[in-house]
């Protein structure tokens, strides 16, 4: 059953079509990974994905361009209108509170800009605290695992340019 979330929160984050799969799946410490090669030569699309409380965190290159993707999972799940925005804030470890903005792109997923400095933040890191807000208040606080996370961010590291 988890397994099938995983997979179709993977399949939901990449949001990309016409790709050919070079892996999925892959496992590797507390994120699992997902690579598709892109046919339009412009960059294909990279994925590590880590869940926690009922929540899963994206860390996304698509087309060179890193973003991060926050979605609820479960049964549960409350869906949000394509377009609804969102107060993000991002803690690595102790490290300093990250600031973000984020867009609602489908049902259960937020889209969130990420700088360089971010992800290699979150590559280094032990956990990932991200508290998304609403014009009502604090929607959810969730403390994301990163074990693993070096070997897991090698290709997307290397496509979008975070070495």
């Given amino acids: 059953m988890k397994r099938g979330i995983v997979l179709s929160a993977l399949a939901a984050l990449l949001m990309s079509g016409a790709a050919q799969a070079d892996y999925s799946g892959r496992q590797i410490g ?3 990974t997902k690579a598709r090669d892109d046919r339009f030569g412009d960059g294909g699309s990279y994925i590590a994905l880590t869940m926690a409380g009922g ?17 609820e999972t479960g049964i549960y799940a ?5 377009g609804d ?38 590559r280094q890191g ?3 605290a991200v508290r998304i807000e609403t014009a009502d208040g604090v929607s959810a606080i969730v403390v994301f695992p990163l074990h693993g996370a070096a070997k897991a961010f090698t290709d997307l590291g290397r496509e979008c340019g975070i070495d």
Avoid at 78 to 82: D, F, L, N, S, V
Avoid at 88 to 113: N, S
């Fill in 30 to 32: 507390s994120w699992t």
């Fill in 55 to 71: 929540a899963a965190l994206g860390v996304r290159c698509i087309g060179k361009k890193l973003s991060l993707a926050m979605m």
């Fill in 78 to 82: 409350r869906p949000i209108a394509e």
């Fill in 85 to 122: 925005r969102f107060d993000i804030k991002v803690r690595v470890d102790k490290g300093e509170i990250v600031k973000l903005d984020g867009v609602a792109i489908g049902g259960r997923v937020i889209q969130i800009p990420a700088s360089r400095d971010l992800v290699r933040q979150i």
């Fill in 126 to 128: 032990a956990e990932a």
